[in-house]
């Protein structure tokens, strides 16, 4: 049973009405900013929080059982690192014209490795290359294949072969053409705090690479 | 109908009349124009359940319910997530700040009469409310697996094995296993997951059994015409904002200066299944029921007892005969009513103390007085009484005798 | 009565015992009162991160911090709190890892499938003296060292609570009839406490040359535990007053406005 009341809308009667709106204004003003400033810690507080942040700091890796040609695995941030010691064979293979035709981005100009890891290598210290082993198509892991020819054809040079949509990786991460990854495996921050200690996840001294800048993991 | 002239209004007003239904409870809706502020304390209680239930599901995010992981998951949300420990501090002190509004709420209805004819339905949907508020503040309670927690509730789980006969059944069954543990912990997290939303469905009845005939007001006397009523919107959309305003300002003072205050600090101490504390105490706002059950020395009447404290609540309209609703003008219940508010004081006094020596006769005293208010003296009050005579209406009361000169008066002559 | 008044009352009661100071106590009584019942009062210490706009004094973190380590962490844990912690009360990343490697942390499996131990990282949490509860009370007459990371929360009295427990062990009064293995300390209820002295003059010596009496021990280290048990706790008074200013403001501002729309009917 409604009552018809009278209807009073604010708009109405400018009689007194600046100081009156403005009182308004300034209220409504002051809500929408304590309304803001309550959502703002809500969704800070998604974020990652401190022991996350923490857990993903840097690892030390020894290296000094990894063999040439073998590869080891360790995680960092929850992703897998591949770190292989790459023989001197690999490494000429890495820079003939033959490589290098099959390659979709054979010089990284895409940024996905930090500038001291741009080079015909993509790594610190040639022997060791350190990549982020997460396929950049859809996020496989790949499989580590460096034995050339093989059931992978005879111009297989050796590298990286993920399982899940036959894209392919020479054994410096870069990506072949024809395939449907779209760029490079990416390249960690890292650096040797000595011969055989490598620290993944933090840049040498003299670099300030921030990880995130890279087009896509 | 005052709807705004935009086209992306009306199409969808058309299809879904939300902004109809808006302009129609906030500025058409007629509201008594002599509320007083003990008015607002509804609408705190709505936001307050907002703020519990924003606060509580970004807390969700980071709370872990197992028994080896709760605790350290809530410490975790203090130290480590952005912002956790204001959350978590605004969600504990709420928790005691929702009781604060809704037992005033109730108060006011009980002084006010607000739950007289026609309103009984809206008083009883608000009881139903207040049951579950308590059972969601006790599960609650139980997840952050504290001593008080885990104590707590082993002691209120086991009052149901004062059923005779399928007592020590219920128990079990609410425990899910011999004693509290880790099945009751998972299933007081979903069902305090669960239970604000259904606090929401009836609260929305009770907002619609509350616009079936607007509210009461401080006289008791229903709404005669237009002269009586101002809408809701701006006038009290405004009040209730500056009350909000007033109302943050002392929660801020808890939850920034004194957030553990209200708490008890054995609940710092991780759940011990081995070693009981020394006193067991439920919060602030059982204590009143608590000291209630632990005055009769019987188990199964000391549970009856407290059960029967809140539901002689849902009879409380058919209680009270008096044929005034507001206490304004009951001469002589207008000071019974303060004994009522006094004894609810008395018992959670008495609550927070061991059953020892003084502490028991009072509290005997103090549930006598209860069960005596409600169904000895509200009825007999109500038929013996001598009620101050009402004026003839609200805007005549307000205003005085005439009331013609006033702006609002004249323009409800018009038509809107 | 009047609603405005009305609520202004019920505003002060419910404000003014949680931030009124309580009264400084009286000294504490050297000899208990008969009635076991009738604990002396606790002696108020001004702690620097009192009231409304207290601070943790950072040298006195430190030293407390050293003390936590040097003593009580022989018995006591800290589950809850990290080496990576500890950058609050001042200390450099390096200082934080030569802290942490000083303990070690079991790890593993490792390709052999074996658990093995290595030195602490700041992620890690704090090293406890004792593998779990049963060898912690068999390495202590049967009593369990609590964990400290909440100590100051999770007692009545808090700092002053902790603070009297420390400086309070005196020998018992004459015919007190005391239990095996346990201590006289005047503020610990019942009188009886599991816990040997743990701090006496000189137990510690100080880097920054700060006396290391006993009294000065027991603040440094209740300063220390005070943070542990709520490191935000500064953040949240700052925090506290920008939101009650801006809620002043606001109420302010409301007030005005609630008056002006409400001037249209009087």
């Known amino acids: 049973m409604a009552d018809s009341a009278q209807s009073h809308s604010l708009g109405a009667g400018h009689d007194a009405g600046s100081r009156r709106d403005f009182l308004v204004i300034a209220a409504n003003a002051l809500v929408g900013v304590g309304a803001a400033c309550v959502a703002w810690p809500l969704i800070k507080s998604m974020n990652p929080a401190a022991d996350v942040l923490a857990a993903g700091a840097p690892v030390d890796i020894d290296i000094s059982s990894v063999q040439p040609g073998q590869q080891i695995v360790v995680l960092w941030r929850s992703r897998p690192i591949f770190i292989v010691h790459r023989t001197p064979d690999e490494l000429t293979k890495l820079q003939t014209d033959a490589d290098r035709a099959l390659l979709r981005d054979p010089d990284s100009d895409n940024l996905q490795q930090p500038p001291y890891a741009k080079n015909a290598y993509r790594s610190v210290k040639p022997e060791y290359l350190v990549l982020v082993g997460i396929c950049t198509h859809l996020g496989c892991i790949p499989n580590f294949v460096p034995a050339p020819g093989g059931s992978l054809g005879a111009s297989w040079p050796g590298g990286y072969f993920c399982p899940c949509h036959g894209s392919r990786y020479d054994l410096a991460g870069r990506v072949f053409s024809g395939v449907p990854a779209p760029l490079n495996l990416p390249v960690p921050p890292y650096h040797f705090v000595s011969d055989t200690t490598v620290r993944i996840g933090e840049n040498p001294p003299d670099s300030t690479f921030d990880f995130g800048s890279i087009e896509q993991i | ?416 | 009565m009047n609603a405005r008044s009305g609520l202004l009352i019920a505003a002060f009661l419910v404000a003014t015992p949680a931030l009124a100071q309580t009264p400084p106590a009286s000294p504490p009584a050297a000899v208990p009162a008969a009635d076991a019942d009738v604990m002396p009062a606790l002696p108020k210490v001004p702690w620097s991160f009192d009231g409304p706009f207290g601070t943790f004094d950072r040298a006195a973190l430190q030293r407390g911090f050293q003390i936590y380590n040097e003593v009580c962490s022989n018995c006591h844990s800290m589950n809850l709190l990290s080496y990576r912690d500890l950058s609050a009360l001042g200390y450099s990343e390096d200082q934080i890892k030569a802290i942490a490697a000083q303990k070690e942390v079991t790890d593993g499996p490792n390709d052999q499938g074996e658990m093995f131990q290595r030195p602490a990282l700041p992620a890690d949490h704090f090293v406890a003296p004792f593998a779990n509860e049963k060898a912690a009370r068999a390495a202590n007459n049967g009593a369990l060292p609590p964990d400290l990371s909440v100590i100051i929360k999770a007692r009545d009295g808090g700092a002053d609570y902790v603070h009297g427990i420390l400086t309070g062990f005196t020998a018992p009064p004459a015919g007190f009839p005391m239990s095996d293995n346990m201590q006289y300390d005047l503020y610990f209820p019942g009188y009886q406490i599991a816990m040997p002295p743990p701090l006496a003059d000189n137990t510690v010596s100080f880097a920054d040359g700060t006396q290391p009496l006993l009294d000065e021990e027991a603040r440094d280290v209740t300063t220390f535990l005070t943070w542990a048990s709520e490191p935000t706790m500064e953040e949240r008074k700052r925090t506290g007053a920008k939101v009650v200013i801006f809620l002043l403001a606001m109420t302010g501002v409301l007030y005005g406005a609630k008056r002006r729309v409400w001037s249209k009917l009087h």
């Open chain 2, 1 to 416: 109908m005052a709807l705004p002239q935009n086209k992306i209004v009306r199409w969808i007003d058309r299809r879904l009349p939300v902004f109809t239904f808006l302009d129609h409870e906030l500025n058409q809706y007629p509201t008594p124009r002599n509320l007083n502020y003990w008015w607002n304390f509804g609408s705190l209680a709505g936001i307050m359940l907002v703020i519990m239930i924003v606060t509580g599901i970004f807390l969700a995010m980071q709370y872990t319910p197992h028994v080896d992981y709760a605790f350290n998951s809530v410490e975790r949300i203090m130290r480590d997530v952005d912002y956790g420990w204001l959350m978590r501090y605004i969600h504990m002190n709420g928790a005691s700040f929702f009781f604060i509004v809704t037992y005033i709420h109730i108060f006011r209805g009980l002084y006010y009469g607000s739950y007289k004819e026609p309103r009984e339905l809206l008083w009883i949907l608000g009881v139903v409310i207040l049951l579950l508020m308590m059972a969601t503040a006790f599960m609650g309670y139980v997840l952050p697996w504290g001593q008080m927690s885990f104590w707590g509730a082993t002691v209120i789980t086991n009052l149901f094995s004062a059923f005779p006969g399928i007592g020590n059944d219920i128990v079990t069954w609410l425990w899910g296993g011999f004693a509290i543990g880790n099945p009751t912990l998972n299933r007081f997290y979903a069902l305090h997951y669960l239970l604000p939303f259904v606090i929401v469905a009836v609260v929305g009845l009770h907002l619609v059994a509350l616009h079936q005939h607007g509210s009461n007001n401080p006289l008791g006397i229903d709404r005669k015409g237009p002269q009586d009523s101002i809408p809701f919107h701006p006038y009290y959309t405004y009040k209730d904002m500056f009350g909000l305003s007033v109302f943050l300002i002392i929660f801020a003072l808890f939850v920034f200066y004194a957030p553990n205050f209200l708490g008890d600090p054995q609940n710092y101490i991780p759940a011990n299944p081995l070693q009981t504390p020394p006193e067991i105490v439920p919060e602030w706002y059982f204590l009143p029921f608590y000291a209630i059950l632990r005055s009769i020395p019987n188990k199964l009447f000391g549970v009856c007892a407290m059960f029967g404290s809140i539901l002689v609540l849902f009879i409380v309209p058919w209680l009270d005969t008096s044929k005034v609703r507001s206490s304004y003008f009951r001469p002589v219940y207008k000071w019974v009513f303060w004994l009522l508010v006094i004894d609810a004081f008395v018992l959670g006094w008495v609550g927070a103390h061991r059953p020892e020596g003084w502490f028991v006769v009072i509290g005997r005293i103090g549930t006598f007085y209860y069960y005596l208010h409600f169904l000895i003296l509200m009825p007999f009050i109500g038929w013996f009484e001598r009620p101050l005579p009402l004026p003839p209406s609200i805007a005549e009361a307000v205003l005085g005798k005439g009331g013609g000169t006033l702006p609002g008066a004249a323009a409800a002559r018009e038509k809107p």
